[in-house]
């Protein structure tokens, strides 16, 4: 045994007061360590003496220390070596410092106990065999050829199986049978806590797409070893566990696993650095969990000056996605998207009008540089992408003339390749935002040719909505009318209770409409008496302010409530917001005498006399307008026209007006004022 050479500083370790010790005592300390010899103490002190004693406690405890690292020591490796150094300097510390301490029974069990750093192995050989193998065959000859595996060898080869079975699933299940296959498994199993963390979670993910039964032993160790080692894993590491594996985990029933990811992804969401971590973590498994994504939103914020112009897309999409509006968000991707030169590509075009039309967010500066960069990228468009544009800008009620034209021009172009699909969807898009394209007669043309032959192939829901658009347009035929008037394909619709089904029989209604009104050569079918009797749910809708201002003013006009009747909902589909009847004097008549042939259910019998008015005032609230005009949406407009058609006389309350005036005296006199300017144009026809 090799003699034990101990200085100054290592005996103030062991004794604290050591220093402070007389210089002749230093040196007779020194000089027993150095020889050994438990009885040179005793030999130069006196037995009394407290310094002997506290020597002989100390030598004692040395020698049995060194009497189990005789016996330890030539079986262990140089790294147990190493730790059976570092357990014992750390067993003579505790033990002079702390009198109350005992010694343990074994040093065995200390170097069990001990935690170590085991280095990661040079580069070997088996590596480059790994890296470089082009077929799984070539991997499963590693097994048991020869070479001398480490720890992360065995996770190694299944993470290259799974890359070349993603290429050809169809070997997967073969592979899973293999008995060389099976071994792998155990081998990566046994050395599972030696596995560093990088390579156990690309292993979870590479099992995960092996497609291994629920019920493989290796792969709930494997997840087992996750989730033990969840704190200790840096957040890059979560973060590709939730960009891989969250579809995984979802389908082989490992909620407890991704339930803790997402906890710790949630608590630890300050460690992220860069924009990417946060963009795929929120496309991943942001709509999994509301505080991790309030958490991913506020990092968003702070990192957005970071992104790139497709990192700003992700971010749009995942919020279209799940649907979340969030205001200062949209406004800071807003911001970018202005100030910086991106260069944005066609597919990203496309993707930001479909999101900021889905989250019903306007921002004038962005639409317009959509629009003129969507206008540049016309010639390379397909129909489906121009049908695709369309329906975004129209969500956002932003009506570009130019870039619309484009669109119109483009089917003219392209019409004998575009499907009926993508046309009717050109044609719901122009109906919303009431555009008439420049060449109107031909571009119809090809929607009417299209719809002889093949609108009974649309859905019944699709049928109704193009008619309808071509309703709101004024180019609908008769032939169009008749197939969804007919009683064998509207009676679908009259019991549906489902808000689409509503949706498509008020659309019904306004067709039938079309055909009583604005076409008097129509000779049916039309809808039945039953379908025309308003529903209760187009009358419980929120009173607006507007709405109720109005109403409050025009009673305080009336003086009588049989004067004037409130919400008033026709047979055509519509609702008044208020109905008057004047007579060739200017002064109310009790309304409710007269008939009215509006109604689906009359009121009054008396005839109206003669050169008696009817006025029905409209509301025009800020959504019925397109973005940054004051044209009507198609649908408003269409039921101004109904309500001409019908026999009234208009009275528009738009609210652009109706917000300036700020007494009853003034909301009053603009009332009054617009009766007579109805009354006035009528006479003046």
Known sequence: MERLAVTASHLSCFFPKFVNWELPLHHTL??????????????VLPPCHPVATMAAHLVKRCTCLLREATCVVPAMSPAG????????????????????????????????REPVFTPYPGRQEVDWLIEKATRPEELLELIGGGHSLHQNHAAHILIQLSRLLSEKP??????????????LLHLANSQITSIWHGTLVKLLRSLYALALPKTCKELRSVEQEVRWRMRRLKYKHLAFLAESSTTYMQE??????????????????????????VVAIMMKVGHLSEPLMNRLEDKCLELVEQFGPDDLRKVLLTLAAQNRRSVPLLRAISYHLVQKPFTLTKGTLMDLAYAYGKLNFHQTQVFQRLAADLLSHMPSLTPSEVARCAKSLALLKWLNLPLFEA???????????????????VVLAFARLNFHPEQEDRFFSVVHEKLVSELADLSPALQVDVVWALCVLQQVQEAELRAVLSSDFHTQFLGGKSPKDESTLQKLLHINATALLEHPDYTGPLLPALALVPRPTALDKKVTPLQKELQETLKGLLGSANKGCFAVTTQYGWVLDAEVLLDTEGQFLNLRDFVAPHLAQATGSRPLPPGAKRLAFLRWEFPNFNSRSKDLLGRFFLARRHVLAAGFLVVDVPYYEWLELKSEWQKGAYLKDKMRKAVAEELAK
């Open 30 to 43: 020194l000089s027993f360590f150095s020889s050994g010899l438990r009885n040179h103490l005793l030999g």
């Open 81 to 112: 070596r190493l730790r059976l150094a570092r357990v014992a300097h750390r067993t003579l510390t505790s033990s002079a410092t702390s009198p109350s301490s005992h010694f343990p029974a074994s040093l065995t069990e200390l170097v069990e």
């Open 170 to 183: 169809e070997n997967k299940a073969s592979l899973t049978q293999d008995a060389r296959f099976q071994q």
């Open 252 to 277: 082989q029933d490992s909620q407890e696993l991704l339930a803790e990811l997402l906890v710790h992804l949630e608590r630890r969401w300050t460690e992220i650095e860069d924009g990417r971590t």
């Open 407 to 425: 669109f119109a021009q483009h089917i003219l172009n392209t019409a004998q390749d575009i499907t009926l699909q993508h046309l009717c969807n």
